[in-house]
């Protein structure tokens, strides 16, 4: 087994025993967009868990010394990705940045919070990758304060087509720790689903609005 192959089975394990991946095929999650979805992911959770917190950290360090290089900023996207790009900053020794969703509509009505100078090397830090929709906003917040973002890294991503489309448009290169396919395997083989339920988890990844439609 690969080395980013034993990260995703390990990082997939992680989520899974400190319930920051949730899976209810019975009682789907309803979504910020209105659709139901038989997983629900709160990457928040291990950071509460000291040994999971830094096993993330480190991958991460490693993700970007081997596919990245060095960098001059790291940048983690609001909320999720605030944290972990701290931990991340700190251990490569970099200037921390943040982005919001939206500018703030008070005080200096700042999107970037941090000190950002154009020309600025950065990697982006994010929790979770589901359309990509609000990471890559962070993205284009960063190049239009005229940075080059080298790429970004998350913790897991459902690896949803449209997300798969949006980052090639967007020409941002995404690596993550685990992803969906390994999670569902890994959930499987440690028994938190069985081989029906499984099945319906594929369902949902092949098509989540035709599976989200049915169950509404």
């Known amino acids: 087994m690969k080395t980013n192959e034993i990260t995703a089975v390990q990082t997939a394990k992680s989520l899974l025993q400190v319930k920051a991946i949730k899976l209810n095929n019975e009682n789907p999650f309803t979504w910020a967009s209105g659709r139901k979805s038989p997983i629900y992911c709160d990457n928040r959770v291990t950071l509460s868990y000291p040994e999971i917190r830094t096993y993330i950290r480190q991958q991460f360090v490693e993700t970007i010394n081997e596919y990245f290089g060095d960098c001059d900023m790291i940048a983690g996207v609001a909320t999720g990705g605030i944290a972990q790009g701290v931990l991340v900053a700190q251990d490569l020794c970099k200037p921390f940045s943040y982005v919001r969703s939206e500018q703030k509509t008070h005080g200096l009505t700042n999107q970037i919070e941090g000190d950002v100078r154009e020309g600025q090397s950065v990697i982006v830090i994010e929790d979770l990758v589901s359309t990509g929709k ?28 449209v997300a798969i489309k949006n980052f090639a448009e967007a020409n941002v290169v995404l690596r993550t720790l685990t992803n969906y396919n390994t999670l569902i395997g890994v959930a499987r083989d440690e028994n938190y689903i069985t081989n029906e339920e499984m099945a319906s988890l594929a369902d949902w990844r092949m098509n989540p609005e035709k599976w989200s439609d049915e169950r509404s």
């Open 134 to 161: 609000s990471s890559l906003n962070a993205v284009h917040a960063l190049r239009d304060k005229g940075c080059r973002v080298m790429g970004m890294v998350a913790i897991f991503t459902y690896g949803l087509d």
